[in-house]
């Protein structure tokens, strides 16, 4: 499956984004999907995730808790991040992530498949 990031942009401090990671070449049917950041001289972070079927168990990093909703549309072969209060320190690429596994992990190398980041950038 091949994924496709978009949403990012540039947002003022407490402002609201929503991300989207689309399929392409397939569906997000049996996928587990999950959100990573990587702001600038940082390494790579989880910060949510969702199952897929019946097993749509949510994660979030304690940074997002709160904050951030993941949420999927296998109708539209979507999943979503909304990203509410926002916060200078969210700035980062952010990327989605695919694995064929019903269940999800914050972990980098859980996932198999990846999209091409979206920027978001906070200002103070």
């Known amino acids: 499956v091949q994924l496709q990031a978009s949403g990012g942009g540039l947002v003022q401090a407490g402002g609201s984004l929503r991300l989207s990671c689309a399929a392409s070449?397939?569906?997000?049917?049996?996928?587990?999907i999950g959100w990573f950041r990587e702001a600038p001289g940082k390494t790579r972070e989880g910060i949510s995730c969702i199952g897929s079927g019946g097993d749509a168990t949510t994660y979030y990093a304690e940074s997002v808790k709160g904050r951030f909703t993941i949420s999927s549309d296998y109708a539209k072969n979507t999943v979503y991040l909304q990203m509410n209060s926002l916060k200078p320190e969210d700035t980062a690429d952010y990327y989605c992530?695919?694995?064929?596994?019903?269940?999800?992990?914050?972990?980098?190398?859980?996932?198999?498949?990846w999209g091409q980041g979206t920027q978001v950038t906070v200002s103070s």
């Open positions: 070449g397939g569906t997000f049917d049996g996928y587990a």
């Open positions: 992530a695919a694995v064929l596994f019903p269940r999800c992990h914050l972990g980098r190398s859980w996932f198999d498949y």
